[in-house]
């Protein structure tokens, strides 16, 4: 499986900004994709997922009401809109896959990885 992460960038606070996972290589009926982010310090941290069978979502806390998952089946492409852009977003972020039908947060149960695109947010 090949995972394509884009679409990050220099943005001011309360931007906004779309990231983009392509991915390829099998068929997504039971997969989930995540995205995970990793700021300079600090551990990797799951930021949302979505099941691609059946389009369930999941998002950290820190992120809900402000960031959107969503897939287009027809593009095998997984989207992170990030509306009200804070400083503490400015991260590099990650797009990983898994073969299983539940999102989970946990890093280490995604097996393919994408690589990461760096987002920067200044206040």
């Known amino acids: 499986v090949q995972l394509q992460a884009s679409g990050g960038g220099l943005v001011q606070a309360r931007d906004s900004l779309r990231l983009s996972c392509a991915a390829s290589g099998r068929s997504f009926g039971s997969y989930v994709v995540g995205w995970f982010r990793q700021a300079p310090g600090k551990e990797r941290e799951f930021v949302s997922g979505v099941s691609w069978g059946g389009g369930r979502t999941k998002y950290a806390d820190s992120v809900k009401g402000r960031f959107t998952i969503s897939k287009d089946n027809a593009k095998n492409t997984v989207y992170l809109q990030m509306s009200s852009l804070k400083p503490e977003d400015t991260a590099v972020y990650y797009c990983?896959?898994?073969?299983?039908?539940?999102?989970?947060?946990?890093?280490?149960?995604?097996?393919?990885w994408g690589q990461g695109t760096l987002v920067t947010v200044s206040s």
């Open positions: 990983a896959g898994s073969p299983r039908v539940t999102i989970t947060v946990d890093a280490s149960e995604y097996p393919d």
